[in-house]
Structures are given as C-alpha cells and as structure tokens.
C-alpha cells in the first residue's frame, strides 16, 4: 500500500499522488478533515477510488506531518491514533494475526491483536487461521507443488476459497469493528493468489 516500488502501477499512484504534493498545508489539512466526514460510519473496501485518493493525501500528509501542525479538526469521531497521531483510520488485512490492524496513515501496526477488543478478536483470529493455509498454496514450493499432484486445480481452489474469506471480512468482520471504530478499511484483494476486487463479491 505504500506506493514505494518501481512497479509500473506504483509509479503510476506516486504521479497520481503529485496533486496532493501541489496543495499546501492548509488545504491539505481541510482535504483530508472533510473526506474523513465522509468515510465516518462506513466500512470500506480498501480498492474503492475514494479510499486510494485519501491514502495518497494521507501520505503526503504523513510526509509534512500535517496533523502535528493542527490546522484542520478531523470529526470528532476519530480519536487519534497512537503511532503518527493522525486520526485514527484503522484497515483490516489477512496478516492481522501478526500485524494488528495497520494505519492508513503511516502504515505501522494502530491497534495490536490482543488490544483488539475480545468479542471481536476471536472472530478476526479465526478467520485469519483459516485464511493463512489457503494464501499459502500461492507460496508452495516445488516439493509441496508437486505434492499436490495438480497444482493449477489446487492455485485455482485456494484462489475461490480466498474469494469467499474475502467476501466474509467484507460482510461480517468489518461491520463487528465498527461497533469500535469511526471507520474501517479492508483488503479486498489477494495479489499472490491473483483475486482482485472485482472478484470478491459481497
Ligand atoms: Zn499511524
């Protein structure tokens, strides 16, 4: 998510970003209070355009440090965030057993699994159990690939299994942390096992 590759897509979010680069501070800062309006309550998916044009602001921010300087007021819902202090915008991703729920401000871990609130967590923690055999498939050495006998049919199974874990975080997960948070982001795409948002459907 950090646009920080030489990818042709990377370098095509970091020109993208250049808008942001252009605003100043001020208006930066207001951007990016107003949008949060607009995304408080809902759940997310990770690829919606509106979501990947508040990350490119969100890192232009983060790179200027906007919300230590204080010049625009996010809404109250959102408190602030622990790791940069920017308002607390929390994404949801298979590796959420290791990293916690990750900040789409500064990308480090916001909320650690086991501050997850419990009644939530043992749910996030099993669908992560579960989802973790299947993105594995994607990785499978050449023993294990073999192993397997077809490996096309079984890359394909994990693919459709991933699908429908996806969907399950899209349908069930995300609404249980917005019992908590002011808004939510999830991963709606798996790149190893080349599932693509369209393909996850709720
Ligand atoms: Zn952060």
Redesign the pocket.
């Known amino acids: 998510m950090a646009f920080e590759s030489d990818e042709p897509l990377d370098l095509l979010w970091k020109e993208y970003g250049l808008a942001f680069r252009e605003f100043d501070d001020l208006t930066l800062a207001r951007w990016l209070a107003q949008t949060l309006g607009q995304l408080e309550g809902k759940a997310w998916r990770a690829s919606h355009p509106l979501l990947g044009t508040y990350r490119l602001a969100a890192q232009a921010a ?1 790179d200027r440090q906007i919300w230590l300087k204080r010049l625009a007021t996010p809404p109250a819902a959102y408190p602030e ?1 622990p ?4 308002p607390f915008l929390p994404l949801l991703t298979r590796d959420v057993r290791d990293a916690g729920l990750i ?1 789409q ?4 871990t ?1 909320v650690p699994l086991d501050e997850i609130p419990s009644e939530v967590r043992a749910d996030l923690e099993g669908w992560a159990a579960q989802y973790e055999p299947v993105h594995a498939v994607a990785h499978w050495d050449d023993r294990q690939r073999k192993n397997a006998g077809n490996y096309d049919r079984a890359y394909e199974k994990a693919a459709e299994a991933a699908e429908q874990l996806l969907a399950r975080a899209g349908r069930e997960l995300v609404s249980k942390l917005l019992e908590h948070y002011p808004a939510v982001v999830w991963e709606d795409h798996d790149e190893c096992l080349e599932v693509r948002p369209e393909d996850v459907a709720l």
Not at 83 to 86: E, Q, T, Y
């Open positions: 983060h965030s790791c940069c202090r920017a900040c401000h500064c990308n480090e916001l």
